[in-house]
């Protein structure tokens, strides 16, 4: 039985670091991941004017925005990784001006910001639109009542973070209820902020005039997670995960149980995850939290093309989430997409192909298919897979997987 120990979340540490943008005070992140995305993210900083000392050892990152340079993100990294639009609420609170890129990331569909830019209008921002920039104004930021069409993730996050520093209460109605955004409030609040609600549809957020330092660890990765919960399922295996939190994976949890996968929490922060064969085939829906999570659709895909019988997934939150598709099918999968409904029809066995990852999970699922297929696959554009996985080829290998990293 292989042991694996699943690091801080990507999704958590990325928003915090923006957050660090809030205060003149130096603080310090535990459990950060080595991550390209993470190392996207200290250079946007960097270029603002961030001090950050990364301790690679202990996984640690120290940041100090006392004195910053600029308040314009260059393309560079935002075009690399939407998250660094977080960076647009912190320097607007911080500075009364912002000039962020418009964000790239992964190609899984248009991925608007309406709902970030009508959050901090409201709030009190002046929005212009140049070359390619988004710049931002506001000779103070003030609170408001916020009310999301849709609870996006990143646009609670940005709200959030600039209601921290406004003059008066923010309340953000239809917000994110991630695990992330809590983590988000909750180091917010350990520097002062005055945060209630996060976790729920309702956040209320007190706007105080200063934050200070403080030290916070991350959590758990419940994407990290569950991806090693189904490579586990999909090659017949028998895994411990350390340092989880079951909460975080209900719907995770759930579906595998369905397919048959036995998942048990033998200790708190632990769980055992055995496959007891091929799987069962189950449907599957994207939801925001605590829905099943869209970012581990197409690894949940992965395991389904190999169950006995057809199964239905339907992605609601992004509407090109479907790259990895054609790529699966050269490993023999047999998927038939219908505008945002996946039909998986499960086969025997998955034979090894040469394959390229279109985005980070779409990539991840790529790996699992071609740990449970016959024969040798080659996988192309890994650098995608390193945006969000850190080691990901040492950790499946100690774990008795055979995959190798080839030399570029
Ligand atoms: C975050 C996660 C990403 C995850 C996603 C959904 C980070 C760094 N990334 O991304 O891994 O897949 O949540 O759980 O935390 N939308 C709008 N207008 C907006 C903002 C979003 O229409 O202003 C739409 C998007 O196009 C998408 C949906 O809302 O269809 C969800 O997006 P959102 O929750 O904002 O995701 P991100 O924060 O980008």
Redesign the pocket.
């Known amino acids: 039985m292989g042991r694996v120990k699943i690091k801080g979340a990507?999704?958590?540490c990325?928003?915090m670091m923006a957050a660090s943008l809030l205060t003149p005070e130096s603080v310090v992140l535990e459990d950060v991941p080595e991550l390209e995305?993470v190392r996207t993210m200290s250079r946007l900083l960097k270029a603002l004017g961030v001090e950050i000392f990364r301790d690679r050892k202990n996984e640690r990152i120290v940041l100090n925005s006392r004195r910053l340079i600029t308040s314009t993100a260059p393309f560079g990294p935002v075009r690399r990784?939407?998250?660094s639009?977080?960076v647009m609420g912190p320097l607007l609170a911080r500075e009364g001006h912002s000039r962020v890129s418009f964000?790239g990331?992964?190609a899984?569909?248009?991925?608007?910001?309406?709902?970030?830019?009508?959050g901090l209008e409201l709030m009190g921002a002046q929005f212009t639109m140049d070359e390619g920039y988004i710049e931002a104004e506001t000779p103070c930021l003030h609170g408001a009542t916020v009310y999301?069409?849709?609870?996006?993730?990143?646009?609670?996050?940005n709200i959030l973070m600039a209601a921290v520093l406004a003059r008066g209460t923010t309340v953000i109605e239809n917000a994110?209820a991630?695990p992330?955004v809590v983590d988000l409030a909750n180091f917010l609040n350990s520097l002062g902020a005055r945060i209630i609600g996060a976790g729920t549809p309702l956040i209320r957020v007190e706007g105080v005039t200063s934050l200070k330092g403080g030290r916070y660890r991350v959590i758990p990765d419940r994407?990290e997670a569950g991806t090693f919960m189904i490579a586990a399922a999909i090659t017949g295996g028998d895994i411990i995960l350390e340092n989880v939190i079951s909460e975080h994976l209900t719907a995770v949890i759930a579906k595998l149980q369905e397919t048959g996968t036995l998942v048990e929490e033998p200790q708190k922060g632990m769980l055992r995850v055995r496959s007891r064969g091929r799987p069962v085939p189950v449907d599957i829906k994207?939801l925001?939290?605590p829905g099943f999570?869209?970012?581990l659709q197409p690894q949940f895909m992965a395991l389904l093309s190999l169950a006995f019988g057809t199964s239905v997934i339907s992605e609601t939150?992004?509407?090109k989430?479907f790259m990895h598709v054609a790529e699966m099918a050269r490993m023999g999968a047999k998927i038939r997409i219908e505008e945002r409904t996946a039909i998986v029809t499960g086969q025997p066995l998955l034979q090894g192909a040469a394959v390229r990852a279109p985005d980070?999970?779409g990539g991840a699922a790529l790996v699992l298919s071609a740990l449970a297929a016959r024969g040798i696959s080659e996988i192309r554009g890994v650098e995608h897979i390193r945006r969000?996985y850190s080691r990901l080829i040492g950790r499946l290998r100690s774990l008795g997987g055979r995959v190798y990293l080839l030399p570029s």
């Open positions: 990507k999704n958590a990325l928003p995305d990784m939407r998250a639009f977080l964000p990331g992964c899984i569909g248009t991925r608007p910001i309406d709902l970030h830019l009508k999301l069409d849709y609870p996006s993730v990143g646009a609670t996050e994110a991630e992330e994407i994207t925001p939290y999570p869209t970012d939150v992004f509407e989430r980070l999970r969000g």
